[in-house]
């Protein structure tokens, strides 16, 4: 029952490294979701995909890039990563995305320090 | 300009009481809500939703109320256990917009033994 796996766990990057995030999800979801949490903040959306080979911005896309590369990987990429993107990241997939009530599987998160 | 809003940021209540955490939203087209719980180093994991045409759904020992004239929802757990302790985060979503989640700040509640 690995549900949704993300890699890697932790990660410190320097200011204008990039780094690409993995996750995969064992559910046949078709929709896959892109996360950051910061301190007293909820949930932000960065990217997702409803579908495999779509994928459409969230509420905070600037300075991200996904790829979908299959019905099970979605991968968020930072080209130049800045203090700002220190976060948690999380995964999260659901069986399609205009079923309300499908609710989002997530991952245990990707924590993110760039100095 | 939070749409969702958990005005609480903590609770601490006794094993064996209710635990009432509570969410405020402002957009009206939001028309499906969902409670999901957090444990550290964890995920969030989907606890309990309601639907707008629906005042209330019960789960066990979790029940949401939603009062749509006040744009207020509220989780109880009845009664509540030392394991219930984590965060607690509200989301909602509409139709609208696709079934995109809209989070709460979330709600730290601490269940005493």
């Known amino acids: 029952n690995a549900g949704v796996t993300q890699t890697p766990k932790f990660q410190v990057l320097k200011t204008g490294q990039s780094m690409t995030l993995q996750c995969a999800q064992d559910?046949?979801?078709?929709?896959m979701y892109w996360y950051r949490q910061d301190p007293g903040m909820g949930l932000r959306l960065i990217y997702y995909?409803?579908?495999?080979?779509?994928?459409d911005k969230g509420e905070v896309p600037n300075g991200y890039n996904v790829s979908r590369l299959n019905k099970r990987e979605f991968s968020l990429r930072l080209e130049s990563a800045a203090p700002s993107q220190t976060s948690v990241y999380f995964c999260?997939?659901?069986?399609?995305?205009?079923?309300?009530?499908?609710?989002?599987?997530f991952g245990d998160g990707t924590r993110l320090s760039i100095l | 300009d939070q749409q969702v809003k958990q005005n609480s940021p903590s609770l601490s209540v006794q094993e064996g009481r209710i635990s009432i955490l509570n969410c405020d939203y402002t957009?009206?087209?939001?028309?499906?809500f969902l409670w999901y719980k957090k444990y550290p180093a964890e995920g969030p994991t989907f606890l309990i939703s309601?639907?707008?045409?629906?005042d209330k759904n019960e789960d066990g020992r979790f029940t949401v109320f939603l009062n749509k004239s006040a744009k207020h929802l509220s989780l109880h757990i009845v009664p509540s256990q030392p394991g219930d302790s984590a965060v607690y985060f509200c989301a909602a979503s509409a139709r609208e917009y696709g079934n995109k989640l809209v989070f709460g700040a979330g709600t730290i509640l601490r269940v005493k033994s």
């Open positions: 559910m046949n979801h078709n929709s």
């Open positions: 309601i639907s707008s045409i629906k």
């Open positions: 957009n009206s087209m939001f028309d499906y």
């Open positions: 999260a997939s659901s069986e399609w995305a205009t079923f309300l009530d499908q609710p989002q599987h």
């Open positions: 995909s409803a579908s495999e080979g779509t994928t």
